[in-house]
């Protein structure tokens, strides 16, 4: 029999990295084990409703992302390194102290045999700085672009593919030296003074904590991640363990005016980053007005009328949108770079076109690109003109469709929460039932 376990599920206070968690919790909880998940205030409702025992973090390390920009009105403006700089520092790593308080608190109070970190966790990059027998397992929950340091990779955050071959190294290794010691040289300070207060000390550079971890359990496929040949930390690749699921939500009244043939572009900027439609939504609206298309949004849950306003002809607007319906339809998916939301995509073969610069986004738009599922803007307020064209592109040439078609194909056969429970026990040294 397998062993049941004692499971902590750690999450910091944002939506799109507590979302793909809760399945994992749910999961692990169907399953037999004992789960506590660890978050913020704002989702212990809907982490309680999995079957988890919930654990609120302190208040040092919680905050309301409903306005990332109005709790952290520094990082308005910035992109790129910098944006990710920034969002490092105070968004993530400042609470890593309070969120490794909790943790200990729960291992003491509860036995817990396993913790479960999603990468921006950073409290779990203190945790693994301790020696292995001194803390329980440690999995790294790869919700976000695989970060791990690799010669074969450029360091993450800058948003650059790989490039093969020996030069290839010679570059990644001199970007390395830059990345750490220039671009996030402030990063790694402040995390090496969170790793003196802790009493831990600090492994390597912040970012990387994953390679230091039990294993990495990455949310995507190997044909969507940069090949890495040096990888030592066991790594288990199961796919998006959100898959696409049956919508019960009523269809808009408008559903059946996209029955006419007319190609289908649908245009999302998530259910968080939505407080500013004129970001990615109204531009590709406006882009394509005068095209021989649909173009359907989703207000992530935000009243229709921020929208209705003058919309064109061709343009068709709801709340929320039933992807179990929408997507097999849907010919171009334009995305302001969502983990999460890729996947959906190309779980059904719909090709991308996607801008966003900030957090992972600028990795996530490079694997777009590297991976030929679509184009990436490079920007996280394209011109309608740039989209346009970019919409045209994707729709005009096959090989988008067909690569992003055969990643599904790979997302559809991977193994999912089984694979990640495996990983689970894996890492805790429990023995798998056989059969």
Same mark, same amino acid.
């Given at each position: 029999?397998?062993?049941r376990?004692?499971?902590?599920?750690?999450?910091?206070?944002?939506?799109g990295?507590?979302?793909? !968690?809760?399945?994992?919790?749910?999961?692990?909880?169907?399953?037999?084990?004992?789960?506590?998940?660890?978050?913020?205030?704002?989702?212990?409702?809907?982490?309680?409703?999995?079957?988890?025992?919930?654990?609120?973090?302190?208040?040092?390390?919680?905050?309301?992302?409903?306005?990332?920009d109005?709790a952290?009105?520094?990082?308005?403006? !910035?992109?790129?390194?910098?944006?990710?700089?920034y969002?490092?520092t105070?968004i993530?790593?400042?609470?890593?102290?309070?969120?490794?308080?909790?943790?200990?608190?729960?291992?003491? *109070?509860?036995?817990?045999?396993?913790?479960?970190?999603?990468s921006?966790?950073?409290?779990?990059?203190?945790?693994?700085?301790?020696?292995r027998d001194?803390?329980?397992?440690?999995?790294? !929950? *790869?919700?976000?672009?695989?970060?791990?340091?690799?010669?074969?990779?450029?360091?993450?955050?800058?948003g650059?593919p790989?490039?093969?071959?020996?030069?290839?190294r010679?570059?990644?290794?001199?970007?390395?030296?830059?990345?750490?010691?220039?671009?996030?040289?402030?990063?790694?300070?402040?995390?090496?003074?969170?790793?003196?207060?802790?009493?831990?000390?600090?492994?390597?550079?912040?970012?990387?904590?994953?390679?230091?971890?039990?294993?990495?359990?990455?949310?995507?496929?190997?044909?969507?991640?940069?090949?890495?040949?040096?990888?030592?930390?066991?790594?288990?690749?199961v796919?998006?363990?959100?898959?696409?699921?049956?919508?019960?939500?009523?269809?808009?009244?408008?559903?059946?005016?996209?029955?006419d043939?007319?190609?289908?572009?649908?245009?999302?900027?998530?259910t968080?980053?939505?407080?500013?439609?004129?970001?990615?939504?109204l531009?590709?609206?406006?882009?394509?007005?005068?095209?021989?298309?649909?173009?359907?949004?989703?207000?992530?849950?935000?009243?229709?009328?921020?929208?209705?306003a003058?919309?064109?002809?061709?343009?068709?607007?709801?709340?929320?949108?039933?992807?179990?319906r !929408?997507?097999?339809?849907?010919?171009?998916?334009?995305t302001?770079?969502?983990?999460?939301?890729?996947?959906?995509?190309?779980?059904?073969?719909v090709?991308?076109?996607?801008?966003?610069?900030?957090e992972?986004?600028?990795?996530?738009?490079?694997?777009?690109?590297?991976?030929?599922?679509?184009?990436?803007?490079?920007t996280?307020h394209?011109?309608?003109?740039?989209?346009?064209?970019?919409?045209?592109?994707?729709l005009?040439?096959?090989?988008?469709?067909?690569?992003?078609?055969?990643?599904?194909?790979?997302?559809?056969?991977?193994?999912?929460?089984?694979?990640?429970?495996?990983?689970?026990?894996?890492?805790?040294?429990?023995?798998?039932?056989?059969?």
């Amino acid at each position: 029999m397998t062993r049941r376990l004692r499971i902590l599920v750690c999450s910091t206070p944002v939506h799109g990295h507590v979302t793909p !968690l809760l399945a994992v919790s749910r999961a692990l909880v169907e399953r037999g084990h004992d789960v506590h998940f660890l978050t913020g205030a704002r989702y212990l409702s809907r982490a309680a409703a999995t079957g988890a025992r919930v654990q609120p973090l302190p208040p040092a390390a919680d905050y309301d992302d409903t306005d990332i920009d109005a709790a952290f009105p520094g990082r308005v403006g !910035l992109t790129g390194p910098a944006g990710i700089r920034y969002d490092m520092t105070e968004i993530f790593l400042r609470p890593a102290l309070a969120q490794l308080e909790a943790v200990d608190a729960a291992v003491r *109070g509860l036995g817990i045999d396993v913790v479960l970190a999603e990468s921006l966790f950073l409290g779990a990059a203190f945790l693994t700085a301790r020696p292995r027998d001194s803390r329980p397992a440690v999995l790294n !929950l *790869g919700i976000v672009p695989l970060g791990l340091k690799s010669r074969d990779t450029a360091p993450f955050g800058l948003g650059i593919p790989p490039r093969p071959g020996p030069l290839g190294r010679t570059r990644n290794a001199a970007l390395t030296v830059v990345a750490e010691r220039v671009v996030f040289a402030p990063v790694q300070r402040a995390a090496r003074r969170v790793g003196a207060e802790a009493g831990t000390g600090l492994d390597g550079f912040v970012l990387d904590w994953p390679s230091h971890a039990d294993g990495v359990v990455q949310f995507t496929v190997p044909e969507f991640e940069y090949p890495r040949m040096d990888v030592r930390v066991p790594l288990h690749f199961v796919g998006p363990v959100s898959r696409t699921q049956a919508s019960d939500a009523p269809l808009p009244a408008w559903w059946g005016d996209l029955d006419d043939g007319r190609p289908i572009v649908h245009v999302t900027q998530g259910t968080v980053a939505n407080r500013d439609f004129g970001e990615l939504v109204l531009p590709t609206i406006r882009a394509l007005a005068g095209e021989d298309v649909w173009v359907v949004a989703s207000t992530g849950g935000r009243e229709v009328s921020v929208l209705d306003a003058d919309l064109p002809a061709n343009a068709r607007v709801a709340p929320y949108l039933p992807y179990d319906r !929408l997507l097999p339809r849907t010919s171009a998916y334009v995305t302001n770079g969502g983990y999460g939301g890729i996947h959906y995509a190309m779980e059904h073969g719909v090709p991308i076109v996607v801008a966003g610069t900030t957090e992972d986004k600028t990795e996530v738009s490079a694997r777009v690109a590297w991976s030929g599922v679509g184009v990436a803007l490079g920007t996280n307020h394209p011109q309608p003109a740039q989209i346009a064209t970019a919409v045209r592109t994707v729709l005009g040439s096959p090989a988008y469709a067909e690569r992003s078609a055969a990643i599904g194909a790979a997302i559809r056969s991977a193994s999912g929460l089984d694979g990640l429970e495996r990983a689970v026990l894996e890492a805790a040294g429990a023995r798998v039932t056989v059969g």
